[in-house]
């Protein structure tokens, strides 16, 4: 997801919650992230490892387009592709 996510990392990061922002500093801090969080980690889209799982679904939710080749596909029983 990183590199669909750092062509518009910032984009992307305001998507999610306040919560899931500052879960996902906390984390990287924790980690021992070395690195700076706004020059490097938050424009690179590498605070996408960080945030969690329902942030996620939820980005994808919001942008299926961009993260999906739609080229998959399931099928549940009872559902027929139109």
Do not use: H
């Amino acid at each position: 997801m990183q590199p669909v996510v750092a062509g518009n990392s910032t984009g992307y990061w305001d998507l999610l919650s306040p919560d899931e922002q500052a879960g996902a500093m906390r984390k990287y801090a924790m980690e021992g992230g070395a690195e700076s969080w706004e020059d490097e980690v938050l424009t690179s889209g590498g605070w996408i490892e960080y945030v969690p799982g329902m942030a996620l679904v939820r980005l994808i939710t919001a942008r299926p387009s961009v993260f999906l080749d739609g080229r998959c596909s399931v099928l549940l029983p009872g559902f027929e592709r139109r």
